[in-house]
């Protein structure tokens, strides 16, 4: 297997994802054929080649740095799941 | 000829010439959505109530005599276009009640051009998926065949337009979105180049590769809705300052001093259905008779296409769906007191299956350790691509290809395989990797009677191009006139 369920979970954990155990199983097979086919890749030369993130790069998009309107706090707020006082409200952090 | 299958350019004259109102149109559209929906059920949310009062300020501004270039004509969009007030779930539980503060760049100019939005359409789950089977509420049939996938991942806009439940509509193509369905669906679909139509408000998917664009049901209408979509704006850095031309004005007729390329890799194709096969080579002979030189080229890198976008655009997902925190919008467990627990089962319980299997390998391909063997990598080979296309527009104007390897598939059929499922978009994911447009039109039919797609790719912001080889094979048949027996 091309991906082991212990890597499947150590993943999963840095994606903030909780795996339900046979979905752990499913996922190693499926990941695995996947990576298996992405490993084709491995057959291209690509010595000295420059990597694409953009396919079109613009350097620089520069805008005039004036002010101009945004969200008001409480269009901001209007979905949010848990609010207080103006802030979105989260599960206690320090503790 | 009914309201509800009049093309775009159609009920503009019309309306224009105070043949039929903004509001018959509309209410036309509503009852056909309520006649059909049921069975193709394209449509997350229609908007009767909004659509029906940009109806009655369509009729009168048409009497006043000032109409835009859209006024009046009701269309939807796919549901991850952000919409001021209108729901935009994505096809996805994290999103199932987001009502978006602010309207994308698209919205905002196809309101300014006049347009009526009838409302949301369907969608695999954060675009992801080619069948729309992992729409995270409810899958989309195909018009021509209801126990078939419509396509994916705007397998909703493909339908709705299909079936005459809206004029046109918008879709959003990171691999193939917005073509596949097209041509499963029988319709004209166009994913512009990279940078020519904002993303400001389009829900991310993978940024590098995300575009939105117009699906219709004859050339000539997408034509007008890219007119009405394309420009720069600086909300979108990515949007290119490139002057936008008029669309309709390469509608002529003509293919004298064209040049049609074919790609040898894509003849060769392992997988690809002898009716589309021939489908396509029947397409090359029109062109041909239409005065078109067609002459092979070759994509040395197409067979790696599939590797590098499942790398790439898992990891810029990952990237991407990692904001659905639960935190500031969209889906909470409320019941976790931990932040890191809310995190884990929010996510776990918000997201489908597909999107977890992306978020899982993009963030695989971009930790620790394997980041350049397969980011880095896949990057690279994305750079042999876009140079593949630039080599093979030295000889040709526009290349064509199938869309999709075979015709639209029963539901369920794949659902299971998702390297099979990957494997279907090997004709498209190339355009979005070099960042160049590609159009997908009617071809022909399938002896079961199932739509066949030809897809047209050209270089950077030649949509024009497209538009004009699109546009004169339209003239030279019918396929586009045929539609599904609902």
């Known amino acids: ?95 | 000829m009914e309201l509800h299958e009049l093309t775009i350019h159609q009920a503009r004259e019309r309306l224009k010439r105070r043949e039929i109102t903004a509001v018959a149109l509309t209410e036309a559209l509503l009852a056909r959505i309520a006649e059909i929906d049921p069975r193709v059920r394209a449509f997350i949310t229609v908007a009767a109530d909004s659509a029906l009062a940009e109806a009655r300020t369509a009729d009168q501004t048409l009497a006043d005599g000032s109409p835009g270039p859209l006024t009046g004509i009701p269309l939807a969009v796919k549901d991850l276009i952000c919409t001021r007030g209108l729901r935009t779930t994505c096809a996805s539980r994290v999103l199932e009640n987001f009502v978006p503060p602010y309207d994308a760049e698209v919205i905002r100019r196809l309101k300014a051009a006049g347009a009526i939005l009838l409302g949301k359409l369907n969608m695999d789950e954060f675009a992801m998926g080619s069948s729309n089977e992992n729409s995270g509420f409810f899958p989309t049939h195909n018009p021509w065949d209801l126990s078939r996938i419509p396509g994916g991942s705007s397998g909703g806009s493909a339908a709705a337009v299909a079936a005459g439940m809206c004029l046109g509509a918008l879709g959003s193509d990171t691999g193939g979105s917005i073509r596949q369905p097209a041509a499963h669906c029988g319709v004209v679909g166009l994913k512009p180049t990279y940078g020519r139509v904002s993303r400001y408000g389009l829900v991310a998917f993978a940024s590098s590769l995300d575009q939105i664009g117009p699906l219709a049901k004859d050339v000539s209408d997408a034509a007008l809705l890219l007119n009405a979509i394309a420009g720069h704006d600086p909300q979108d850095s990515t949007a290119v300052p490139e002057a936008v031309p008029d669309y309709t004005t390469f509608l002529q007729k003509g293919l004298r001093g064209v040049t049609v390329g074919i790609p040898r890799e894509y003849q060769a194709a392992a997988g690809l259905d002898p009716e589309v096969a021939a489908a396509v080579e029947k397409a090359v002979a029109v062109l041909r008779d239409l005065g078109a030189e067609c002459v092979e080229v070759s994509l040395p890198h197409a067979a790696y296409a599939v590797a590098a976008y499942y790398v790439i655009a898992p990891s810029e997902a990952s990237s991407n769906l990692a904001r659905y925190d639960g935190v500031k919008y969209g889906f909470r467990d409320t019941s976790k007191t931990d932040l890191m627990e809310m995190y884990r089962s929010t996510r776990s319980r918000g997201f489908g299956r597909e999107v977890q299997r992306r978020i899982i390998i993009g963030t695989y391909c971009l930790s620790a350790g394997y980041y350049d063997a397969y980011y880095g990598k896949a990057s690279q080979v994305r750079t042999l691509i876009r140079k593949d296309f630039e080599a093979a527009f030295e000889s040709c104007d526009v290349l064509i290809s199938p869309v999709a390897p075979t015709p639209a598939f029963k539901i369920g059929e794949k659902v299971d395989d998702p390297l099979t499922m990957y494997l279907s978009d090997m004709f498209t994911l190339s355009a979005n990797l070099a960042g160049i447009p590609g159009m997908s039109i009617p071809c022909g039919f399938s002896e079961a009677g199932l739509p066949i797609g030809l897809q047209l790719l050209g270089p950077h912001f030649n949509e024009g191009r497209l538009f004009r080889v699109a546009y004169n094979f339209e003239q030279a048949t019918d396929h586009h006139r045929r539609r599904p027996p609902l």
Do not use: C, W
Request: hydrophobic share 50%.
């Open chain 1, 1 to 95: 297997m091309k991906i082991t369920k212990e890597e499947i979970l150590h993943v999963a954990a840095l994606a903030r994802l909780e795996l339900e155990e046979a979905a752990i199983e499913t996922f190693a097979g499926q990941i695995g054929d996947i990576l298996a086919y992405v490993d084709t890749l491995n057959g291209v030369d690509t010595s000295g080649v420059a990597p694409t993130s953009h396919a079109i790069s613009l350097t620089n998009a520069f805008r005039a740095d004036v002010l101009t309107p945004h969200l008001e706090n409480a269009a901001a707020l209007a979905n949010a799941p848990a609010k207080e006082d103006g802030s979105f409200l989260v599960p206690k952090v320090i503790t």
